[in-house]
C-alpha cells in the first residue's frame, strides 16, 4: 500500500474544505459552448487560467491585462501540445470577450463565467456590497477598499485604467487580475496554485524584456497603452 500523508482532525478538514472548493462544479460560456471547468482542459490533464479584468461593464478589457495577454498569446499552443491548456476567463459576457479578442488579434481561448460564482470564489470579482465593506481577500490576505471612494478621478493610475474600459474606479476595480492552476485527476478537478498582485509580474513579458533594459523599468507614471492605441 503506497503511504499516506497523516494529520490532524483540523488539518483533515482543513484539507477538506479545499478540496470541496476544487470540486465545485462551475459552469462557463466559451466560443464553442457551455463548458464545466472539466471541459476547459480540453483533453489535457493540467489547467492554466489567467484571471483577465473584463467586468460586464466594461467597453474593453483592461490594458494591464491586455499587455500581459499579448505576451501569452500563442503560447498556449506550445503548452497544448505538453498536457497544458492556458487560457483565460473573465466575467463579461463570451460576445464582449470575442469581440475584443478579434479586436486584439489573439488566439487563446477565452471562456465567460457569467452567472458562476468562479470569479468570487478566487477573488477576483467583488459585489458592489464586498467593495463598500472596507475590506476584502485578495492575494491571500485582507485588502482595503476604503480608498476607492476617494480616488481622485483625474489623477490617480486607477481611474486612467478606469476611462480606458469605459467604467468609474469603483466598477473597474470591482475585477481584479490572477492566475490560478488546475489539475485533472481521474475526473476530478484540483485548485493547485494561485498568484495574485506582483505574484504576476514573472507573466508579464513585457516587463522580463524592460528589466533587462539599460534604464530598466524607468516609470515615472503610466507610460503603455493597448497596442492598437499607440
Not at 482542459?41 to 461593464?57: D, W
Not at 498556449?76 to 488579434?105: E, Q
Not at 504576476?200 to 503610466?222: F, I, K, S
Request: charged share 20%.
Amino acid at each position: 500500500m503506497p503511504p499516506h500523508a497523516t494529520g490532524t482532525r483540523e488539518q483533515w478538514l482543513a484539507a477538506r474544505l479545499d478540496l470541496l472548493e476544487a470540486e465545485k462544479d462551475y459552469r462557463f460560456e466559451t466560443e464553442t459552448g457551455p463548458a464545466s471547468l472539466a471541459d476547459l482542459f480540453a483533453g489535457n490533464s493540467q489547467l492554466l487560467v489567467y484571471h483577465f479584468m473584463f467586468g460586464p461593464e466594461y467597453t474593453a478589457g483592461c490594458p494591464a491585462c491586455s499587455a500581459i495577454a499579448d505576451g501569452f498569446d500563442h503560447s498556449h499552443v506550445h503548452l497544448a501540445n505538453h498536457d497544458v491548456t492556458l487560457m483565460a476567463i473573465s466575467l463579461a459576457p463570451v460576445a464582449a470577450l470575442s469581440a475584443y479578442k478579434r479586436r486584439m488579434g489573439w488566439t487563446f481561448p477565452w471562456a465567460s463565467s457569467e452567472g458562476s460564482d468562479f470569479n468570487y470564489d478566487f477573488h477576483t470579482s467583488l459585489t458592489e456590497e464586498q467593495q463598500r465593506s472596507g475590506s476584502v481577500e485578495y492575494n491571500f490576505g485582507p485588502s482595503d477598499t476604503t480608498w476607492v471612494q476617494a480616488a481622485d478621478a483625474d489623477q490617480s493610475p486607477p481611474a486612467t485604467f478606469a476611462a480606458m474600459t469605459g467604467t468609474d474606479v469603483a466598477t473597474y476595480t470591482r475585477q481584479a487580475p490572477g492566475m490560478s492552476a488546475f489539475a485533472l485527476d481521474d475526473g476530478v478537478v484540483y485548485h493547485t496554485y494561485s498568484a495574485y498582485a506582483r505574484g504576476l509580474d514573472a507573466v508579464w513579458a513585457m516587463y522580463q524584456w524592460l528589466d533587462r533594459a539599460p534604464l530598466g523599468r524607468n516609470e515615472t507614471g503610466l507610460w503603455f497603452k493597448r497596442r492598437d492605441e499607440y
